[in-house]
Antibody, heavy 119, light 107 residues
Framework: QVQLVQSGAEVKKPGAAVRVSCKTY????????IHWVRQVPGQGLEWMGW????????NYSKKFQDRFTMTTDTSISTAYMELTSLRSDDTALYYC????????????WGQGTPVTVSS | DIQMTQSPSSLSASIGDRVTITCRAS??????LNWLQQKPGEAPKLLIY???TLQSGVPSRFSASGSGTDFTLTISSLQPEDFATYYC?????????FGQGTKVEIK
């Protein structure tokens, strides 16, 4: 059974960094792209980037590329995102999502990790 | 970036109604268009991919069509569990972009 299980809620101060993990189960981790998407409370969905384990460089949205890093640990089938220099407008729910094999879609999602940035 | 525009932004409908949501891309995305459903407090769920292919497990009352820049999602007979927000999303070009969402509410 395919599952993406994300780490728990985070509260950070402005200027800090946050790291969110996305542990995957039930599929071959190295076969799929993993995307990160965020949702500001009450608003829509915003794509941040994708990474494919064992494949070259990740692909970042220009909006985030200066302070956003995606990595993977294939030994534990886990993807990570780190966002630095946090601001209050980074307060959002952060999701990881799996790309369906060759289908260019987000077919399975993590449960979301709330990140609150507040002084 | 490719802009995705949905209409309407919200609608009210009754159980059993036929509902149609449209999505327009700012440039051609051929059929690289997905539809997702999101209920309050839940992660989005994939309904349709490649413009018209029903994701496994999704009820057949959902259908979609379109290519190029204009796309539609249709719910043939609205059910109580369909009240949610629907998003279109293009996977033609990075950055992937989403429509602003269409909230389907109970009339």
């Amino acid at each position: 059974q395919v599952q993406l299980v994300q780490s728990g809620a985070e509260v950070k101060k402005p200027g800090a960094a946050v790291r969110v993990s996305c542990k995957t189960y039930g599929f071959t981790f190295t076969d799929h792209f993993i995307h990160w998407v965020r949702q500001v409370p009450g608003q829509g969905l915003e794509w941040m980037g994708w990474i494919k384990p064992t494949r070259g460089a990740p692909n970042y949205s220009k909006k985030f590329q200066d302070r956003f890093t995606m990595t993977t640990d294939t030994s534990i089938s886990t993807a990570y995102m780190e966002l630095t220099s946090l601001r209050s407008d980074d307060t959002a729910l952060y999701y990881c999502a799996r790309d369906g094999l060759g289908r260019d879609n987000f077919d399975y999602w993590g449960q979301g990790t709330p990140v609150t940035v507040s002084s | 970036d490719i802009q995705m525009t949905q209409s309407p932004s919200s609608l009210s409908a009754s159980i059993g109604d036929r509902v149609t949501i449209t999505c327009r891309a700012s440039q051609s995305i051929t059929t690289y268009l997905n539809w997702l459903q999101q209920k309050p407090g839940e992660a989005p769920k994939l309904l349709i991919y490649a413009a018209s292919t029903l994701q496994s497990g999704v009820p057949s009352r959902f259908s979609a069509s379109g290519s190029g820049t204009d796309f539609t999602l249709t719910i043939s007979s609205l059910q109580p569990e369909d009240f949610a927000t629907y998003y279109c999303q293009q996977s033609h070009t990075s950055p992937r972009t989403f429509g602003q969402g269409t909230k389907v509410e109970i009339k």
